[in-house]
């Protein structure tokens, strides 16, 4: 088990409703990124925060939000829900610049929309 | 663009046989490449992971063969056990802490 925790692990919104999502990063890593997981396919990069700020986005569009707290916690933020947007959505976390450079995924959120 | 693409996208072995994942990537500024194992309802596990400078890797019955010229890399599974039925992912990373791309996953089935 990593020490990467989401919150919740299963969710079910109606299309249109806003959700968020949460995620604790392991001890000692300052830097989390989201993925999202449809069905049967790899995960695919939202995006990444790194002290704070967003620091690099995937091909999605901005209602996907996020945020990073000062303890390197973080939240996504999904407004206008869609059909589509049903996946496990995975939280990682890592510490760059670190020789030990893995990112340690959590047990994800299953979001399903109706 | 789908940079990393990897194959099969099943694979069924029996007890004690080898399982070979194959992957493909693009992007010459990838320095790093990891495999993930995933079990339903869980998220990915870093397995064993390699660098360009190396062309193998092994780690218990888990091996990384790399080919720089051609861009591929593969994970052998050796004495596939059924505990080790499960998703894998080869990923891409072009530095450290930058996003992981990758690929579509291939479901290994071992039968007893």
């Known amino acids: 088990e990593t020490g990467v925790t989401q919150s919740p692990t299963h969710l079910i919104k109606t299309r249109g409703q806003q959700v968020t999502l949460r995620c604790s990063s392991q001890?000692?890593?300052?830097?989390v990124s989201w993925y999202q997981q449809a069905l049967g396919q790899g995960p695919q990069f939202i995006f990444q925060?790194?002290?704070?700020?967003?620091?690099g986005r995937g091909n999605f569009p901005p209602r996907f939000s996020g945020l990073q707290f000062p303890n390197y916690s973080s939240e996504l933020n999904v407004n206008a829900l869609e059909l589509d947007d049903s996946a496990l959505y995975l939280c990682?976390?890592?510490?760059?610049?670190?020789?030990?450079?893995?990112?340690?995924f959590g047990q994800g959120t299953r979001l399903t929309v109706v | 663009q789908q940079q990393v693409k990897q194959s099969p996208q099943s694979l069924i072995v029996q007890k004690g046989g080898i399982s070979i994942i194959n992957c493909a990537y693009e992007?010459?500024?990838?320095?790093?490449f990891p495999w993930y194992q995933q079990f339903p309802g869980k998220g990915p596990a870093l397995l064993i992971a390699?660098?360009?400078?190396?062309s193998e890797k092994k780690e218990g019955r888990f091996t990384i063969s790399f080919n720089k010229s051609a861009k591929q890399f593969s994970l052998h599974i050796m004495d596939s056990q059924p505990g080790d039925s499960a998703t894998y992912f080869c990923?891409?990373?072009?530095?450290?802490?930058?996003?992981?791309?990758f690929g579509g996953g291939t479901r290994v089935l071992v039968k007893p």
């Open positions: 992007n010459t500024a990838f320095d790093y």
């Open positions: 390699i660098r360009p400078d190396v």
């Open positions: 001890s000692g890593h300052n830097t």
């Open positions: 990682a976390s890592s510490r760059p610049g670190d020789s030990n450079t893995e990112a340690f």
């Open positions: 990923a891409a990373r072009k530095a450290a802490g930058n996003k992981l791309t």
């Open positions: 925060y790194y002290r704070e700020e967003e620091n």
